[in-house]
């Protein structure tokens, strides 16, 4: 009798259980957050001359549940999520030698013969983020040059390092604050990488296993799969790109659109500045990762 009234009460409560896990649940902003599951790459790059380049890329994905059983799942990954974030970002901050502002949903980072950067892109407002980047290169031992340009949905500020000069932009753009950070070391990089005079340089690659079109400035690139995938490990593997891939502009912003497979487009504004080259890789999940390479 004890055993069968045992297996009837957990039979009930597993087919309560079950019932609960299906009850739908509504949206909840503070919960169902971009912090919730954490894609992540590597690359490191070494050559006979002693060479060494090594590239860091996360994106966080949102967790939208429609159920009860679903929300407790994603509240599960948003621990393990949180726990890896902490991780990731202490191990690729101490690699690249740059500060990093928690809350991202992208970043991308770059140690190579020619420059340090990070790029990232977060909810916190501008404000909040200026001034987590003030203090932390500060205590870096960057020294701020005269001649800052700080506004409400853009700032430019410029610094001097013990490595050579240094750069922060934040802009605004729809709903996030954008970071590109930038130490340029003594090395001048290689015809690869240099965009034409007073110009900036897009070179677009493509990670994926499908084929991928990005449009910049209304000029339409196609990239057949892995197409230009190693474009940021080095400059010999960027001077491999054909020129159809390469894109020289005056400095501004533009819009660049990106369809993966037919999908759906997506469209984002993208700012480069004179001198500037940086390397647009498509990422599964149609994600165009920015990273700087000079």
């Not at 992540?40 to 006979?48: E, I, L, P």
């Not at 001048?188 to 990005?214: C, H, I, S, Y």
């Not at 400059?235 to 790109?241: R, S, T």
């Not at 504004?269 to 390479?293: C, D, M, Y």
Request: charged share 25%; glycine share 8%; net charge negative.
């Amino acid at each position: 009798m004890h055993r069968r009234t045992l297996g009837v009460l957990l039979a009930g409560s597993l087919v309560a259980a079950t019932a609960a896990m299906a009850i739908p649940v509504t949206s909840d902003p503070a919960r169902d957050s971009s912090t919730d599951t954490i894609q992540a790459g590597w690359s490191h790059t070494s050559r006979s001359n002693g060479d060494v380049a090594d590239i860091w890329w996360a994106v966080r994905d949102r967790c939208s549940p429609d159920y009860l059983g679903e929300r407790l799942l994603c509240d599960a990954l948003r621990m393990l999520a949180r726990a890896a974030s902490r991780t990731f970002e202490s191990k690729m901050s101490a690699d690249v030698g740059l500060p990093l502002p928690g809350g991202w949903s992208l970043m991308t980072a770059n140690n190579s013969p020619f420059i340090r950067s990070a790029h990232v892109e977060t909810p916190l407002d501008l404000k909040t983020v200026l001034g987590f980047y003030r203090a932390a290169l500060a205590n870096s031992g960057w020294t701020e040059t005269d001649g800052a340009v700080v506004e409400a949905d853009r700032a430019v500020i410029a610094f001097t390092t013990s490595d050579g000069p240094a750069s922060l932009r934040l802009t605004r753009q729809d709903g996030k604050t954008i970071a590109d950070l930038s130490l340029r070391k003594r090395r001048v990089a290689t015809a690869e990488f240099l965009p034409k005079p007073e110009q900036g340089r897009l070179m677009l690659g493509n990670k994926t296993d499908d084929a991928a079109v990005v449009t910049v400035n209304e000029r339409t690139i196609k990239l057949a799969a892995h197409a230009g995938e190693n474009l940021a490990n080095s400059d010999n593997a960027a001077g491999e790109l054909p020129d159809s891939q390469k894109i020289d502009l005056p400095p501004g912003k533009y819009k660049v659109t990106l369809t993966v497979d037919g999908s759906m487009a997506r469209s984002r504004e993208f700012e480069v500045a004179a001198n500037e080259t940086w390397g647009l890789l498509v990422e599964t999940n149609g994600v165009l990762l920015p990273v700087h390479l000079y």
